[in-house]
């Protein structure tokens, strides 16, 4: 496979099995109706709470709010797509209002936000300092979402124990110098488990990507050349492999393609029954992407980070902590013209960031420390819209 191009059958085989698979795993990216748990349409006017709902100083959204837009666009990261699926789902039930959101990747997500064509961006990359000045509409606030974990997934079928990769293996294969499952630096790294005298084939993203960031910026961190050679971004130069579209192209091209490699955001290794790997962190130890693991990752993080939100939390310090976490982020201006959309969107954000966490864990994500959420409400709160706070109540 390495080094020859795919036949169109093969192209149209991978183009559909995504399709579908972004389907499943994202409902599409779009809310459209309500529905409720045994698949009925659930009017919103049904679902409707107290028609002035607010939220004050740390309460919940609890229904509609009069003037507020009822349609919101959004775009960017596949990353959190599975999640924020569900939010918009249980959100739109809620409050009525429908969010379309499209998993264009996180590059898409910066330029649709920069370029005033959505209503909130999305990205698991922050934004540069360049990108940030370039934004059409002014200053954009990163606001965080959730947390969560990229892992190295991959096909081998003769293997099902775990693999355990390290700071050497991990950049050896992605830069294409380890070639072989059962080369002897992943032998060693692994024993007892028989690798196969097959070759490595990889997988990597194709578009804009903030799982690229993130998994570029762990390589960085632990490899000079890499860090030299490649360097870290949501799209690089990649030495070998084959390009997948989102985290679900990626998803399928492994599933598809035995004895492959990829990337992706952890949610998609487990709803496509992919083997994932442990990783060597900072402590010497090898840890299992988790819940846990990752929350461990951001410990500590509240106190230190930058005022603006803006973090990378790869490879840190911590002995349970999984090295290859992230946090993923809105983008949203903070000062907005139209007043139905700013309110709508602040609400949804102060919704996200309390009830929303409730539905982290089930789809794997790692939710926001207590810390965060209180620096993550005073961004919404400073939101405005023509010189006054967005969000009803303050």
């Not at 409050?95 to 209503?119: H, K, L, P």
């Not at 124990?161 to 110098?177: A, D, H, Y």
Request: aromatic share 8%.
């Amino acid at each position: 496979m390495r080094g020859k191009e795919m036949s169109r059958g093969y192209r149209i085989a991978v183009t559909l099995l995504a399709l579908s698979f972004f389907a499943a795993a994202s409902g599409c990216g779009r809310v459209v109706a309500p529905t409720s748990q045994n698949g009925a349409a659930t009017p919103a006017a049904r679902v409707a709470g107290p028609a002035s709902s607010t939220a004050a100083s740390g309460g919940s959204i609890r229904g509609p709010f009069e003037g507020e837009a009822k349609k919101l666009n959004g775009a960017g990261a596949t990353f959190p797509q599975p999640l924020y699926a569900r939010w918009f789902e249980e959100y739109a039930r809620l409050t009525g209002v429908e969010i379309n959101y499209q998993g264009i990747g996180s590059g898409g997500g910066i330029t649709s936000i920069s370029e005033m064509s959505v209503d909130l961006g999305a990205s698991d990359a922050s934004m540069t300092d360049e990108q940030l000045t370039a934004a059409k509409g002014g200053e954009i606030y990163h606001v965080p979402m959730a947390l969560g974990a990229v892992v190295a997934t991959y096909n081998i079928p003769e293997v099902s124990t775990p693999l355990k990769f390290s700071p050497e293996t991990l950049p050896g294969i992605f830069l294409g110098e380890i070639r072989t499952w059962n080369d002897p630096k992943l032998t060693a790294e692994n024993p007892g488990v028989r690798l196969p005298d097959r070759d490595i084939v990889v997988v990597h993203r194709s578009d804009g990507s903030g799982t690229t960031n993130i998994f570029t910026d762990y390589l960085s961190s632990v490899s000079e050349k890499w860090q030299k050679e490649v360097g870290h971004s949501t799209s690089v130069s990649w030495p070998v492999g084959l390009g997948g579209q989102g985290n679900p192209g990626v998803a399928v091209q492994v599933k598809l393609v035995p004895y492959s490699i990829g990337y992706v955001e952890l949610i998609y290794a487990l709803q496509n029954k992919l083997g994932y790997g442990l990783v060597k962190n900072k402590s010497g130890n090898y840890i299992e992407p988790s819940l846990e693991s990752v929350t461990e990752a951001a410990a500590g993080i509240s106190s230190a980070i930058a005022p603006d939100l803006r973090a990378s939390i790869v490879n840190g310090p911590g002995d349970k902590a999984y090295p290859i976490s992230g946090f993923t982020w809105m983008l949203v201006y903070r000062n907005m013209n139209d007043k139905a959309k700013a309110v709508a969107v602040t609400r949804l954000l102060w919704w996200a960031i309390h009830d929303g966490q409730k539905l982290n864990a089930s789809l794997g994500y790692a939710p926001l420390p207590e810390g965060i959420v209180k620096k993550a409400e005073e961004k919404v709160k400073s939101i405005t819209v023509q010189g006054k706070p967005a969000l009803p109540g303050q």
